[in-house]
């Protein structure tokens, strides 16, 4: 790989980082003050048990501001871009399941900013997300791997 | 790998105690487990078929217990809006419009949307309607059967 190409490299990856960790804060903070609504939301998906619809309410806003805030900042990338993979995997699932099984329901992803309902699209939006997250946390693994090898040349050599 | 779980797993639980945290200090905090909702008793229903009848008659009152956004975008046609959420605002109009033998549907959307449950009691136990009764599901259910509908803010 010439230089050029590491250096688009880079800022494709520079650009996604900001991208997904900007998402996250931002859905994660719009739901933070008013987790009673969110609590709604998440129960009409009828996925998880009610005992623990107000935990989920509660922490999942926070822990998306969490992520988004330190994959923007860019360090501990392989861990939110890890927790940003899984947790898409997760909506997706919620997401597909409700529009399969017919439900008519609003998606609740960014709060009440987002007015109607969900549809096909919110899905497309959220299987873009996914993807661009996943390829975050393989080129850190990847990065975080090689740099794991040279650490150990150079020990070798010494 | 094992550093990225690693990382991952303290991102979370670094979350989710600032979220409890928070919740705790939250004017708006909500308790840790829900509790259980109130569930609509039989009596308490429409079916959809009689509230038609009574749309036909223009006997009953139609009230829509949804937030002032949603009826503008969409409501049955000649119904009013009566946001559960902003009661105390909305119900002096109301009342002067309702006496306490008035025939009264309560609706939402959502087979979940318990908004028209809340207005039904706050109708019974605030202002003493006693013939209030719920459309469950009332906005999708009216809409898909292809009845009269409306758009535009509460006048």
Known sequence: ?158 | MRRALLQAVILMLAGAAIGLLVNAFLQKGIPLIRPPKPQLRDQDRIPLAEAKELWDLGTAFFLDARAPADYAAGHIALSHNLPVEQFDQYFPKMAAMLSPDSEIVVYCDGEQCDLSHSLMTLLRERGGYNHVRVLANGWTLWRNAGFPTESGAEP
């Open chain 1, 1 to 158: 790989m010439n230089a050029r190409q590491q250096m688009f490299g880079r800022l494709v990856k520079f650009l996604a980082r900001l991208l997904v960790g900007g998402i996250f804060v931002y859905a994660g903070v719009v739901k933070i003050f008013d987790p009673a609504q969110f609590a709604e939301d998440v129960a009409n998906y009828r996925l998880l048990p009610s005992v623990l619809v107000n935990f989920m309410a509660i922490t999942l806003p926070w822990v998306e501001t969490v992520v988004g805030i330190v994959m923007v900042m860019g360090f501990w990338l392989p861990g939110s871009a890890l927790v940003i993979t899984g947790l898409m995997g997760v909506f997706l699932v919620a997401i597909g399941q409700a529009l399969v099984r017919g439900l008519d329901i609003q998606c609740g992803c960014f709060g009440t900013i987002e007015a109607g309902k969900m549809d096909a699209m919110t899905l497309a939006r959220d299987v873009g997300l996914f993807i661009l997250a996943a390829w975050l946390y393989l080129r850190a693994s990847v990065a975080e791997g090689n740099r794991g090898k040279k650490n150990e040349s150079a020990k070798r050599g010494n």
